[in-house]
């Protein structure tokens, strides 16, 4: 891990069950992200309950009511759902939206971005599921404007970037270049990095970040501590390192 991830997200547990950030950590946001050693946590188990018990023993420490999780099936899109106060399976989706306090959020990733984006005095949460496709579709700057258009003030919003693939490790090919191509203009080409003939490496941390700030949260205020799944796979769960388990991000307003 570098300085800076050190810095922003917190470890639970030696070797760590999960990660919390500094930053929502005094926003009094309930969260964390699961790593590989956290026991308990399903692979795409919808409808069925998501969280086993030990995975509630092992989370008991967050204060999330696992009781009152919210998640979806995702499908690399950009549509929003909002959440109950008694959480439930909310559909398809890859953005899930609160105003209830203590129902958390729950996103699945292996690779793609666990996005939260929160304001604290509004009230209002999302977690979004961000891959190379949610990018495209804008599922980043959903999220943003969910929360905007349910109170929340841009100036206001507190965002982070849970473990994902960095463009250390991302290898995109000619097909996916043109979707970003086509999505954005005048902008693709400061994410994507020609490394060989139809080969490129992409940024989805520097894309999102730049389409966040562009959607007006304030750049200061996107944590991402740059960890890479396909970089720790003894800690992390990389779909494109051959783990085929997930991630899980609870988020849950105070
Ligand atoms: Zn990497």
Not at 133 to 152: H, I, L
Request: glycine share 10%; with cysteine; hydrophobic share 40%.
């Amino acid at each position: 891990m570098t300085t800076s991830s050190k810095n922003q997200l917190v470890p639970h547990g030696v070797p760590p069950v999960y990660f919390t950030f500094r930053s929502l950590e005094k926003l009094g946001v309930a969260h964390a992200t699961t790593t590989r050693h956290c026991p308990g946590t399903a692979v795409w188990g919808e409808p069925q309950p998501l969280v086993g018990p030990e995975a509630v023993a092992a989370l008991a420490g967050t204060g999330l009511d696992l009781r009152r999780l919210t998640w979806a099936r995702q499908v690399h899109g950009a549509d929003v759902v909002r959440a109950t106060a008694s959480g439930g399976f909310a559909g398809r989706a890859d953005v899930l939206l609160t105003t209830e306090h203590s129902a958390p959020l729950a996103i699945f990733t292996a690779d793609c971005l666990p996005v939260t984006v929160c304001d604290p005095d509004a009230r209002v949460l999302a977690l979004a599921h961000v891959g190379w496709r949610g990018t495209v579709a804008g599922a980043a700057q959903a999220a943003v404007a969910a929360v905007t258009q349910t109170g929340g003030r841009s100036s206001r919003l507190v965002v982070t970037i849970g473990p994902s693939i960095g463009p250390c490790c991302y290898e995109g090919d000619e097909p996916v270049v043109r979707e970003f191509a086509t999505a954005y203009p005048l902008t693709w080409e400061r994410w994507v990095n020609p490394t060989g003939p139809g080969r490129f490496v992409l940024d989805l941390w520097a894309a999102n970040e730049a389409l966040m700030a562009a959607a007006g949260v304030e750049p200061a205020r996107i944590e991402n501590p740059r960890l890479c799944t396909a970089c720790h796979p003894d800690l992390l769960y990389s779909y494109r390192k051959g783990n085929r388990g997930r991630l899980v991000t609870f988020a849950a307003l105070p």
